[in-house]
């Protein structure tokens, strides 16, 4: 402890171990330990007391140490949530480009899913429009062939069944029996053509021939 923070007590203490008065305020106590010290070729300023701390004087240094921890605990404190919000804001600006980037991919991918789906749809349309197609010819094909495959059975049964008739009469009489037998049966041009040129004998055939 320096001089300045001697009290009046200790003051006296110290004079009267130096033998020295120990009347009067305590500026005068001061000036005369001062003026000791410096007699017995000590600073006065710099020279350190070895008094013993009462126990008020401990509670102000506890008082001191708590104002102290306090000051410090709160400009901690200050620091701390400075850094936290600049923690904050950091993660959030990562946390918003993450977002950002990953919301890009998942955008890219499902265009990318969604225009490979349409182009199968289409590549499956196609394909389906194509074996439709086919399918209905094979159809048409089928039904015209058994149309023809049908009347060329009715136009032999029909000769088959007539010949003998045909045989026998004149071209006029074979011709109005022939368009006859072709209307019951709804016979095309292309099948009466056909039907005629099979059936024709003797003097049909001479007939017709001649006209």
């Keep these: 402890m320096k001089l300045g923070e001697l009290k009046v007590n200790d003051l006296k203490k110290e004079l009267e171990e130096r033998e020295l008065e120990t009347t009067g305020l305590k500026t005068v106590l001061q000036s005369r330990l001062s003026q000791a010290l410096i007699d017995a070729g000590e600073n006065p300023h710099d020279y350190l007391f070895d008094i ?81 197609i086919r399918f209905r010819r094979s159809r048409c094909y089928s039904r015209s062939n058994r149309r023809k495959e049908s009347s060329m059975i009715l136009v032999r049964q029909c000769i088959s069944k007539h010949r003998n008739l045909m045989e026998k009469s004149s071209w006029p009489n074979y011709l109005k029996q022939f368009e006859a037998v072709a209307k019951a049966h709804n016979w095309t041009p292309a099948e009466m053509a056909t039907a005629l040129t099979v059936s024709m004998r003797g003097e049909a055939i001479e007939s017709a021939t001649s006209n």
């Design 52 to 132: 013993p701390c009462g126990i008020s004087d401990i509670g102000k240094l506890i008082e001191e140490s708590s104002r102290s921890f306090e000051q410090k605990l709160m400009e901690s404190s200050k620091i701390l949530k400075k850094e936290l919000i600049e923690n904050s804001k950091n993660l959030e600006t990562k946390l918003e480009e993450n977002s950002s980037f990953f919301k890009r991919g998942i955008t890219a991918k499902l265009e990318k899913n969604s225009k490979m789906f349409k182009e199968e749809l289409e590549e499956n349309s196609r394909k389906n429009r194509i074996v439709n």
